[in-house]
């Protein structure tokens, strides 16, 4: 996935030479804490923050040349960059939006944490019945209820309690990936119960093939 | 995990009746884009936004009182509430930060949108040879270089392209899992892909047996 992918591209930006209060006025109606400064080719030449903007106001500043980040102080990405970058920069820099460029310098969108958050969620939030479908096509030879059964007796050798192939059913149906992975604490784990599950349900086929 | 795992416990609190001027510069100096707005106890009763402080200075407003927006109109989740709601409500409501509470109403921490992105992702940026390791104790009989050399059949299978077991191994050496989902294009085809691997390595082991 691209930068391009999760960027908005319903931004606002403004010039070095605008009044504060003019740009101020803009930002609380979009609701935007912070924005790229453009030139007059629309190529990124800084940032501005709502913070900067209240600071100058109280400074009595004018204009946004006034309060502005250079574009060396802040941090950008490019639209044809891995979104995982923009993903990382955030965490790291611990910034609520990011300019995005093109080859020009233009900015062409901002990426903003909670995009980032959305498509974070949605990458993982798929059903894990979502899952099982697609790689009971690839098992092909075992069926749904096979590896409901197979789950509950990993389940109950885990955790010592009582687990029955129904209840483990209804407990997974709504279930999302997400919530799998939070619920039985890390990937790692997730993919352990994984492997048993698969194993016994070869071993219970064989069993079954010997009687 | 809960939302007191992923929350931000230095944050600032601001009362109505404080000068806008004060709690700009508090706000400028923690670098905070919204605060909540707390009574007397503690207790959560408002939100403020740096967006709601200029256009409070433009309008000559003096009190924190004059712009804030009431606890009603916010969103705020409870420290014990699943760490994942504050996920879906940053993403759903578009909003940089949660207030969080406990029983008593008394605001006990801030959920930032950053901060859930470095929860994600750290949830999802296991190296992928940390996953193969966990599994490998499961597998026991199964070697690495089986792994591998199975990983590589698969994936050359896949793309029609030429794979090594060496090509493969280099590749996801230092790749997270998070990487693995972003380039194999999603969950769902991971875990196919995964079965593939698993049913061939058991193939190649019987056919080795029966030699």
């Known amino acids: 996935m691209l930068v391009s992918e999760i960027m908005d591209k ?3 930006v403004v010039s070095p030479d605008q009044d504060l209060e003019e740009i101020s006025i803009l930002m ?8 790229p400064v453009v030139d007059d080719q629309k190529r990124l030449i800084g940032w501005i923050t709502s913070l900067d903007v209240t600071r100058g106001f109280r400074e009595g500043k004018k204009k946004v040349n006034d309060v ?6 802040i941090v ?3 639209q044809n960059d891995p979104a995982r970058l923009a993903v990382l920069n ?10 995005v460029v093109d080859d020009d310098e233009v900015v062409v969108g ?26 009971e ?4 030879g075992v069926s749904w209820d096979e590896l409901m059964e197979a789950s509950a007796i990993v389940t109950q ?16 149906k709504d279930a999302t990936f997400g919530e799998a992975i939070w619920a039985t604490g890390g990937l790692e784990k997730f993919f352990v119960g994984l492997i048993a599950i698969g194993e016994l349900v070869i071993a219970r086929k064989v069993a079954k093939a010997r009687k």
């Open 110 to 135: 901002v990426v903003r944490t909670f995009d980032i958050v959305k498509t974070l969620s949605s990458l993982y939030e798929i059903k894990v019945t979502k899952i099982f479908e697609a790689m």
């Open 10 to 12: 319903d931004f606002i």
């Open 76 to 78: 950008h990405v490019h």
């Open 90 to 99: 955030a965490s790291q820099h611990k910034v609520v939006s990011i300019p």
């Open 137 to 140: 096509d690839e098992l092909k």
């Open 68 to 73: 502005m980040y250079a574009k060396d102080d």
């Open 28 to 35: 609380e109606e979009k609701r935007k804490f912070t924005t």
């Open 157 to 172: 050798r885990r955790t010592g309690k009582r687990v029955t192939a129904q209840d483990y059913e209804k407990r997974i």
